[in-house]
T-cell receptor, first 114, second 113 residues
Framework: SAVISQKPSRDICQRGTSLTIQCQVD?????MFWYRQQPGQSLTLIAT?????????ESGFVIDKFPISRPNLTFSTLTVSNMSPEDSSIYLC???????????FGNGTRLTVT | GNSVTQMEGPVTLSEEAFLTINCTYT??????LFWYVQYPGEGLQLLLK?????DKGSNKGFEATYRKETTSFHLEKGSVQVSDSAVYFC????????????FGSGTRLQVQP
């Protein structure tokens, strides 16, 4: 199974600033995804991070707000841009090693915007 | 589109009680079904899965059976422990394309000694 490391684990940011979250997997993976978990709520898929091309965003999420990079098969970043208090959430990176393998998650980045 | 509906929590049980957390789903085709668990202060962990109708997933004393006729995947455990206190998420993955997960709202379980 894949071990996923995210950093930072938490941050407190001022509104209007941006934060980049890094996700590193200990093995090559086929699919990487970014999720958001708002306080007390379930996980919502933000986008699929595509290696070497633009990410695929879900309805309600746009590239200008959540730019994503995936330069290789083990690493991805998510940037939360021009933050507002409504962006306060846990952001989770996830990945699978093959189409039939389960999805593994990092421990998440707890973001608070003041 | 795909969706997952879970019973609302919190569910509060005494140690050694029987647990059921209901989960039903809506999906096109034949999705794979999962239960994930999130212990306090930790990340999401896969608890069990089932990939086709009538499959039973099991792990750590938890079980869930993929019921196509009722589109359900209820989580059960015969005797819960305090250490089972966590949030449990039911999820599905379709079999096409990216196979991203669609999650239910989560059910918080509190087990009292």
């Amino acid at each position: 199974s894949a071990v996923i490391s995210q950093k930072p684990s938490r941050d407190i940011c001022q509104r209007g600033t941006s934060l980049t979250i890094q996700c590193q997997v200990d093995s090559q993976v086929t699919m990487m995804f970014w999720y958001r978990q708002q306080p007390g709520q379930s996980l919502t898929l933000i986008a699929t991070a595509n290696q070497g091309s633009e990410a695929t965003y879900e309805s309600g999420f746009v590239i200008d707000k959540f730019p994503i990079s995936r330069p290789n098969l083990t690493f991805s970043t998510l940037t939360v841009s021009n933050m507002s208090p409504e962006d306060s959430s846990i952001y989770l990176c996830s990945a699978r090693t093959g189409m039939e393998s389960p999805l593994h998650f990092g421990n998440g980045t707890r973001l608070t915007v003041t | 589109g795909n969706s997952v509906t879970q019973m609302e929590g919190p569910v509060t049980l005494s140690e050694e009680a029987f647990l059921t957390i209901n989960c039903t789903y809506t999906a096109t085709g034949y999705p794979s079904l999962f239960w994930y668990v999130q212990y306090p202060g930790e990340g999401l962990q896969l608890l069990l899965k089932a990939t086709k109708a009538d499959d039973k997933g099991s792990n750590k004393g938890f079980e869930a059976t993929y019921r196509k006729e009722t589109t359900s995947f209820h989580l059960e455990k015969g005797s819960v422990q305090v250490s089972d206190s966590a949030v449990y998420f039911c999820a599905l993955s379709d079999r096409t394309g990216r196979r991203a997960l669609t999650f239910g709202s989560g059910t918080r379980l509190q087990v009292q000694p």
